[in-house]
């Protein structure tokens, strides 16, 4: 039942991304897993958590800039 690991390459949406990660993470702490597998695992959890951060920051930059275009009063909070 484990999940297999996604190429780093792979274009995947915040949203699969975010699915997979949850998925490595449910995996980790349900079952003792082999050492190489947990290796493996580990870096394409950091890959998963990378990719989305990656996304959230472009689409809060991109929200910044459609405020700052639209409503240049308005102040987000930090």
């Known amino acids: 039942m484990g999940t297999k690991l996604k190429s780093e390459k792979s274009n995947q949406s915040?949203?699969?991304?975010?699915?997979?990660l949850e998925e490595i993470?449910?995996?980790?702490?349900?079952?003792?897993?082999?050492l190489d597998d947990l290796l493996a695992k580990y870096q394409r959890a950091r890959e998963c958590l990378s990719a989305c951060r990656?996304?959230?920051d472009a689409a809060e930059l991109k929200?910044?800039?459609?405020?700052?275009?639209?409503?240049?009063?308005?102040?987000f909070e930090e």
């Not at 993470?25 to 082999?34: C, D, G, N, Q, W």
């Not at 929200?63 to 102040?75: A, N, V």
């Open 63 to 75: 929200i910044r800039q459609l405020g700052d275009k639209e409503c240049p009063d308005f102040d």
């Open 14 to 20: 915040f949203e699969d991304s975010l699915r997979e």
């Open 25 to 34: 993470l449910k995996e980790l702490e349900a079952s003792k897993v082999p």
């Open 54 to 56: 990656t996304k959230l």
